[in-house]
């Protein structure tokens, strides 16, 4: 199986800052690796798909970048709705693995 | 607007068995791949069933394989997880997910969830 690594586990973030989220594979899946947005008690939200592209309705803000076994999910600048945990998941070969999650919270 | 909602969770004892359902609404079901996706209590996300569009292909995470068996329905937009020998450890909440045509396997659409509880 493909392990997908995530770091840091979480992070104190304040509103404007730039953030930054790192997703390691255990080998190359190319660009099929997506990211997803969890709120507490909610289904994830998809946000970025094929590595960069932002899914429809998801703010600029947003933007993920990376191939190969190394990439990142950047928020340019945080607002109040984006503490949240996020989650990078593997879609190269089944089983699609997912990442243990990076916790964004308030500083 | 696309919706899928999940039925069928509940408490069951270990050992025994549950069918969650799937209800998919405002999309052309019968074209999309779906997939399971779980979530046990404080933890992460594991994927667990994967079914194509027409359901001749499917795939299983090793955690699940043999005990579960995904399906789907066409004609009636439903999508299906029938588990047997529930243990522990498949106590989570249980999400049906929809992947895109234009991206291979991420999950665009998600239920919101239902919760199984295995437990004595």
């Known amino acids: 199986d493909i392990q997908m690594t995530q770091s840091p586990s979480s992070l104190s973030a304040s509103v404007g800052d730039r953030v930054t989220i790192t997703c390691r594979a255990s080998?190359?899946?190319?660009?099929?690796l997506n990211w997803y947005q969890q709120k507490p008690g909610k289904a994830p939200k998809l946000l970025i798909y094929?590595?960069?592209s932002l899914q429809s309705e998801v703010p600029s803000r947003f933007s993920g970048s990376g191939s190969g076994t190394d990439f990142t999910l950047t928020i340019s600048s945080m607002q109040p709705e984006d503490f949240a945990t996020y989650y990078c998941q593997q879609s190269y070969t089944t089983p699609y693995t997912f990442g243990q999650g990076t916790k964004l919270e308030i500083k | 607007e696309v919706l899928l909602v999940e039925s069928g969770g509940g408490l069951v004892q270990p050992g025994g068995s549950l069918r969650l359902s799937c209800a998919a609404s405002?999309?052309?079901?019968?074209?999309?791949?779906m997939n399971w996706v779980r979530q046990a209590p404080g933890k992460g996300l594991e994927w667990i069933s994967y079914?194509?569009?027409?359901?001749?292909?499917?795939y299983y995470a090793n955690s699940v394989k043999g005990r579960f068996t995904i399906s789907r329905d066409n004609a009636k937009n439903s999508l299906y997880l029938q588990m047997n020998s529930l243990r522990a450890e498949d106590t989570a909440v249980y999400y049906c997910a929809r992947a895109p045509g234009y991206s291979r396997n991420s999950f665009d659409f998600w239920g919101q969830g239902t919760l199984v509880t295995v437990s004595s």
């Open positions: 079914i194509s569009s027409s359901g001749i292909t499917i």
């Open positions: 405002a999309f052309s079901f019968s074209v999309y791949e």
């Open positions: 080998q190359s899946i190319s660009n099929y």
């Open positions: 094929g590595a960069s």
